[in-house]
């Protein structure tokens, strides 16, 4: 019996193949159903969806640009790069900045002084005329409380100039505003850069990827169905088992002249879900609602390009092919070959040791 298995595996194995391709003809005659897992399919309602590609692309989207006329001194981070928020991203020298801010500070001193005598001044004047002596008229402390208020001016005139000058030294040292990554690099170290005029010159290019969001464009007959329904999933390109639910579906209220098409924006959740700006991406919309029969995807048998389920029936059971559809997470949809109400066994490894025990245990399948 040993000497024979190889050749019953072999023969199974063929009438497995025999069975897919024509159909579904009985592989064991049991009488009673096999002691094996399995389940009633039914046809469930369920939502219809249509699918378009759609383009990811960043939520926040930046170019820092030269705020102060400068040199680059330093660029810690080159282009595919991540970097986190705050991160120095260009570091320019600071000579002229810090010479402004010197000259500045020195105007503030001297008008500072300037202000304090003058303030001095007018309240001795302003006491020498409360008095009613005569020393001082009013036209002396008019004077006096002129000169005050324009030394007070011009106190708080290069004041405002450091303001000025702190933030021009401020901009020799750019940070990033949110984590993300270099996308690209306009300059490099040694460079002189310009504020303008006409406009300031770009330096860095960068994007978050903790915020994502597709665009999707779908023709004017699909729109009033997507509306309706608000509701989509996203997959990448080439991997039907890891699917996005979207967080809004959002329709532009104009559609492109050209094409004809709406463009549908689809919010995706926040944090690293796999997608990166500038991927392609499924994108189904439900657009209706439908019955669809739904199993198990680890009820399939895949036989090279062939795949079915194992049927059990009044004779026994079987091996049917069938044609599938989407996969939604673990369940996978049916299109042909299985009809509602049938049982399919949930463990196909199983239902194959069942057939071969079966097999082997047959006095005519080794004669």
Do not use: C
């Given at each position: 019996m040993a000497g024979h298995l190889p050749r019953t595996l072999l023969l199974l194995a063929a009438s497995t193949l025999f069975v897919c391709l024509a159909g579904g003809h009985d592989l064991a005659n049991a009488r009673n159903a096999p002691p094996l897992a399995s389940i009633v399919v039914h046809a469930q309602n369920?939502?219809?969806?249509?699918?378009?590609?759609?383009?990811?692309?960043?939520?926040?989207?930046?170019?820092?640009?030269?705020?102060?006329?400068?040199?680059?001194?330093?660029?810690?981070?080159?282009?595919?790069?991540?970097?986190?928020e705050g991160a120095v991203l260009v570091r320019f020298s600071n000579v002229e900045q810090k010479a402004a801010r010197n000259v500045v500070q020195a105007q503030i001193v001297s008008a500072q002084a300037t202000y304090d005598e003058a303030l001095a001044s007018y309240k001795r004047y302003a006491e020498l005329y409360a008095e009613g002596s005569g020393s001082v008229s009013k036209e002396q402390l008019d004077q006096q409380r002129a000169r005050r208020d324009t030394s007070l001016a011009a106190l708080r005139s290069v004041r405002a100039q450091l303001n000025g000058?702190?933030?021009?030294?401020?901009?020799?040292?750019l940070r990033a505003p949110y984590a993300?990554?270099?996308?690209?690099?306009?300059?490099?170290?040694?460079?002189?850069?310009?504020?303008?005029?006409?406009?300031?010159?770009?330096?860095?290019?960068?994007?978050?990827?903790?915020?994502?969001?597709?665009?999707?464009?779908?023709?004017?007959?699909?729109?009033?169905?997507?509306?309706?329904?608000?509701?989509a999933d996203v997959w990448p390109t080439g991997d039907g088992n890891r699917r996005i639910v979207a967080s809004s579906v959002d329709i532009f209220p104009y559609a492109d002249p050209s094409t004809h098409t709406f463009?549908?924006?689809?919010?995706?959740?926040?944090?690293?879900?796999?997608?990166?700006?500038?991927?392609?991406?499924?994108?189904?919309?439900?657009?209706?609602?439908?019955?669809?029969?739904?199993i198990p995807a680890s009820a399939l048998v895949q036989r090279g390009e062939i795949v079915?389920?194992?049927?059990?029936?009044?004779?026994?059971?079987?091996?049917?092919q069938i044609r599938t559809g989407n996969r939604y997470d673990s369940q996978i949809e049916v299109l042909s070959g299985l009809d509602?109400?049938?049982?399919?066994?949930?463990d196909p490894v199983a239902a194959m040791n069942y057939l071969v025990a079966q097999h082997a245990s047959d006095p005519s399948a080794h004669d």
């Open positions: 369920v939502q219809h969806k249509q699918i378009w590609d759609g383009v990811v692309e960043a939520v926040r989207q930046v170019t820092i640009a030269a705020q102060t006329n400068a040199r680059v001194l330093e660029l810690p981070y080159d282009v595919n790069d991540s970097v986190p000058v702190e933030q021009a030294l401020n901009y020799t040292v993300g990554i270099i996308t690209h690099r306009y300059v490099r170290v040694g460079e002189a850069v310009q504020a303008g005029p006409p406009s300031p010159q770009p330096l860095i290019a960068m994007e978050s990827l903790d915020n994502l969001r597709v665009d999707v464009p779908v023709p004017q007959s699909a729109v009033d169905a997507i509306r309706r329904f608000h509701a463009t549908v924006r689809l919010q995706l959740p926040r944090g690293n879900n796999g997608l990166y700006p500038g991927m392609t991406v499924k994108v189904a919309f439900a657009v209706g609602k439908a019955k669809r029969l739904r079915g389920v194992y049927v059990i029936g009044e004779h026994g059971m079987v091996l049917r509602d109400g049938e049982r399919i066994v949930t």
